[in-house]
């Protein structure tokens, strides 16, 4: 099971919007509305911020939605703010026999 | 409030073994299936294994398929990942994981990680 494809980085400045790509397959992304998105700050653990695709944990800013297109989900941060500066993988349910994958990973900067 | 704390991690030989153990608390842990996922320095996020909330049903990746055995305890609310035969790619932070929906939906409460390196 090959990881999903993220870009390496994005950026943006202060109160911009970016989007962050995630392409994978009809086996994954593609064929489950279980893509998920989390988000990675230096030296700490991940957090949770988009799955099911589009649904945000009680907590989590609303300027982080998610979509999905046919084998490509999106991550889009609006209002970019400093704190947005991290790493975010998104991940996605598979039919495979390891269950699910995660992407490759894209670090965020904020200008 | 959900607590999940790794612990057993370490510098171990190549072809030696390690156990790693996660206390969990603040939750209903035998309803929950559990992951490992591990983070290797500088790299990505890379899904390890799953157990179902019972320990009946675990799941792995092929890199550690036959060397690595996931199970739980929910007397002790306590995961344990037997790893052996170790490589030097296995070295990483090995981080528990809880699955909030079904398998690989919603990897919702992680902990803060162990690291394992694997070296002579």
């Known amino acids: 099971q090959s990881a999903l494809t993220q870009p390496a980085s994005v950026s943006g400045s202060p109160g911009q919007s970016i989007t962050i790509s995630c392409t994978g397959t009809?086996?994954?992304?593609?064929?489950?509305?279980?893509v998920s998105w989390y988000q990675q700050h230096s030296d700490t653990a991940p957090k949770l911020i988009i799955y099911d695709v589009t649904n945000r944990p009680s907590g989590v800013s609303n300027r982080f939605s998610g979509s999905k297109s046919g084998n490509t989900a999106s991550l889009t941060i609006s209002g970019l703010q400093a704190e947005d500066e991290a790493d975010y993988y998104c991940a996605s349910k598979t039919s495979s026999t390891t269950l699910g994958v995660f992407g490759t990973g894209t670090r965020v900067t904020v200008l | 409030q959900v607590q999940l704390v790794e612990s057993g991690g370490g510098v171990v030989q190549p072809g030696r073994s390690l156990r790693l153990s996660c206390a969990a608390s603040g939750f209903t842990f035998s309803n929950s299936a559990m992951h490992w996922v591990r983070q290797a320095p500088g790299k990505g996020l890379e899904w390890v294994a799953v157990?179902?909330?019972?320990?009946?049903?675990?799941y792995y990746a092929d890199s550690v398929k036959g060397r690595f055995t996931f199970s739980r305890d929910n007397i002790k609310n306590t995961l344990y990942l037997q790893m052996n035969s170790l490589r030097r790619e296995d070295t990483a932070v090995y981080y528990c994981?809880?699955?909030?929906?079904?398998?690989?939906?919603?990897?919702?409460?992680w902990g803060q990680g162990t690291l394992v390196t694997v070296s002579s």
């Open positions: 994981v809880r699955e909030g929906g079904s398998y690989f939906t919603r990897l919702d409460y």
């Open positions: 157990i179902s909330y019972d320990g009946t049903n675990k």
């Open positions: 009809s086996s994954d992304v593609g064929g489950y509305n279980y």
